[in-house]
Nanobody, 126 residues
Framework: QVHLEESGGGSVQSGGSLTLSCAAS????????LGWFRQAPGKEREGVAT???????HYADALKERAIISRGNTKNTLTLQMNNLEPADSAMYYC????????????????????WGQGTQVIVSG
């Protein structure tokens, strides 16, 4: 069974840092593009960053200068390091997977991603 599991969320003060992780299981995600997305209450899900199997990265403007996305050596794990967090970054953060061609064509457009994790909550206060 295809499964993406996020971890690493939590509560931090404004200006703090968090590192989110995503692990794929039940299938080989090494041939797919993986990405991070977020959804705040009352808002639409939005892209944060994606990385395809060649290491090409797309960052959305919201966290572009404050986040680093990376994949593990097996390419079945995905990490998002976020720095200098702001209250506006508070949201449920999701990991998603899709074919490389989707990331090449659409970057971090959430509507084109089909496989999703359950999310990890990030709360930034202050």
């Amino acid at each position: 069974q295809v499964h993406l599991e996020e971890s690493g969320g939590g509560s931090v003060q404004s200006g703090g840092s968090l590192t989110l992780s995503c692990a794929a299981s039940g299938y080989d995600a090494s041939n797919e593009c993986l990405g991070w997305f977020r959804q705040a209450p009352g808002k639409e899900r939005e892209g944060v960053a994606t990385m395809d199997t060649d290491g090409v990265v797309h960052y959305a403007d919201a966290l572009k200068e404050r986040a680093i996305i990376s994949r593990g050596n097996t390419k079945n794990t995905l990490t998002l390091q976020m720095n200098n967090l702001e209250p506006a970054d508070s949201a449920m953060y999701y990991c998603a997977a899709e074919e490389d061609a989707v990331c090449i064509a659409y970057g971090y457009d959430a509507s084109f991603f089909a496989t999703w994790g359950q999310g990890t909550q990030v709360i930034v206060s202050g």
